[in-house]
């Protein structure tokens, strides 16, 4: 069997480039790595092609991070796709949002890796059984799995806002 990589492209990229950019924080990075992933693509044959992608993601920015933390530790905020082209933001619905998502990154960044891939692998439209390939989780264990990390991000969340209020 040989494996359409054209339409797997077609049919997974911008899914691919959002999970990215959520692990890299940078857009423009996140498409360069998502085109790297396609790249490697071509030399490869696997069974779940959809899986296999988000997999190589996965570790390409896990390398991506451990680089720039060498380097340093300035990342983007990330922008919502709901946002662009909507209307003009005014500077203090800008600056709302961007606390917003810095919130957000910031419990991300709270949870453990594990949990962290989960709820992006999620997020980025995989199904059950994509996630258990990607996680090398049993397929009955997805569920749970991302429960738990679904209460620690909300939990980690939660302690920053508490955080947040004692210290105003």
Same mark, same amino acid.
């Given at each position: 069997?040989?494996?359409?990589?054209?339409?797997?492209?077609? %049919?997974?990229? *911008?899914?691919?480039?959002?999970?990215?950019?959520?692990?890299?924080?940078?857009?423009?990075? $996140?498409?360069?790595?998502? *085109?790297?992933?396609?790249?490697?693509?071509?030399?490869?044959?696997?069974? *779940?092609?959809?899986?296999?992608?988000?997999?190589?993601?996965?570790?390409?920015?896990?390398?991506?991070?451990?680089?720039?933390?060498?380097?340093?530790? !300035?990342?983007?905020?990330?922008?919502?796709?709901?946002?662009?082209?909507?209307?003009?933001?005014?500077?203090?619905?800008?600056?709302?949002?961007?606390?917003?998502?810095? *919130?957000?990154?910031?419990?991300?960044?709270?949870?453990?890796?594990?949990?962290?891939?989960?709820?992006?692998?999620?997020?980025?439209?995989?199904?059950?059984?994509?996630?258990?390939?990607?996680?090398?989780? %049993?397929?009955?264990?997805?569920?749970?799995?991302?429960?738990?990390?679904?209460?620690?991000?909300?939990?980690?969340?939660?302690?920053?806002?508490?955080?947040?209020? $004692? !210290?105003?």
């Amino acid at each position: 069997m040989s494996i359409d990589w054209g339409e797997v492209y077609r %049919s997974t990229f *911008q899914e691919l480039v959002r999970f990215l950019h959520r692990k890299v924080w940078d857009a423009e990075r $996140a498409r360069d790595l998502a *085109q790297e992933v396609f790249v490697r693509a071509l030399r490869h044959e696997p069974e *779940q092609p959809r899986a296999w992608v988000f997999k190589v993601a996965m570790n390409l920015a896990r390398d991506e991070a451990r680089t720039v933390l060498r380097r340093k530790r !300035h990342l983007a905020l990330l922008k919502s796709e709901s946002e662009v082209g909507v209307k003009v933001a005014t500077p203090e619905d800008e600056l709302a949002s961007q606390e917003r998502w810095a *919130q957000v990154r910031r419990a991300l960044d709270a949870v453990s890796d594990r949990d962290r891939e989960v709820l992006l692998l999620w997020d980025a439209g995989l199904s059950y059984g994509e996630i258990s390939d990607v996680m090398e989780l %049993s397929p009955g264990a997805v569920g749970t799995t991302l429960a738990r990390a679904r209460r620690r991000l909300v939990e980690a969340h939660g302690q920053m806002e508490q955080e947040h209020a $004692a !210290h105003n």
